[in-house]
């Protein structure tokens, strides 16, 4: 069974930073693309980044390329955003999935908070 536990949120300043990760089991996560996917409240889901299973390519969405750094350690089992320059529009649920896109299975999140 896919677990996937997301940690490491926050409420933090306009500004600051944080370091989302993702503790994953039960399935191989070195074969695996991984995403993190965001949800503000009232909003759609938005696919924020992913990185393919050997950490060699990424994406990133326009909203937070320049700021966000996804990465995974497969020794670990975890996969990572490192968010820096937060804004209030970062705000969200935040999730990570399998997969290359938001379709795969999810965690549970963590809540992202960003304000003065």
């Known amino acids: 069974e896919v677990q996937l536990v997301e940690s490491g949120g926050a409420m933090v300043q306009p500004g600051g930073s944080l370091r989302l990760s993702c503790a994953a089991s039960g399935f191989s996560f070195n074969r695996y693309d991984m995403s993190w996917v965001r949800q503000a409240p009232g909003k759609g889901p938005e696919w924020v980044s992913a990185?393919?299973?050997?950490?060699?390519?990424?994406y990133y969405a326009d909203s937070v390329k320049g700021r966000f750094t996804i990465s995974r350690d497969n020794a670990k089992n975890t996969l990572y955003l490192q968010m820096n320059s937060l804004t209030p529009e970062d705000t969200a649920q935040y999730y990570c999935?399998?997969?290359?896109?938001?379709?795969?299975?999810w965690g549970q999140g963590t809540q992202v908070t960003v304000s003065s």
């Open positions: 999935s399998t997969g290359w896109g938001p379709f795969g299975s």
């Open positions: 990185i393919n299973n050997d950490g060699h390519s990424t």
